[in-house]
């Protein structure tokens, strides 16, 4: 589905784009816990795209840090959500660190 999903990026098919991503986000297998496989493979394919569309690539990074934000929000306490968020500043950490690099070349 990530392939097709990169493809409907490349044809600057956007709104089902993202309606792919969603559909992935409510399916069991990234559901809980797991949501974070979603984002993390988002993460590894926007990387792949930085190569040939950074444009889409940005997009991409940014519904990946959505999705480690749907994440953070099923936190069940204070303490969770604290425990959390170091996951989500570290990927926006590595976004920040991919568009900086390709931004020096």
């Not at 709104?15 to 297998?29: F, K, L, N, S, T």
């Not at 984002?39 to 950074?54: I, T």
């Amino acid at each position: 589905m990530l392939r097709e999903i990169t493809r409907l990026i490349a044809s600057g098919q956007i709104d089902e784009a993202r309606a792919r991503i969603w559909q992935m986000a409510g399916e069991p297998h990234f559901s809980g816990d797991n949501r974070t496989d979603l984002a993390q493979a988002l993460e590894d394919a926007a990387r792949s795209l930085a190569k040939n569309d950074a444009a889409g690539a940005h997009w991409l990074y940014d519904r990946a840090i959505e999705v480690w934000y749907s994440w953070g929000a099923m936190a069940t306490s204070g303490g969770d959500g604290a425990a959390r968020a170091p996951h989500i500043r570290a990927a926006e950490a590595r976004q920040a660190a991919l568009f900086a690099a390709s931004a020096k070349e």
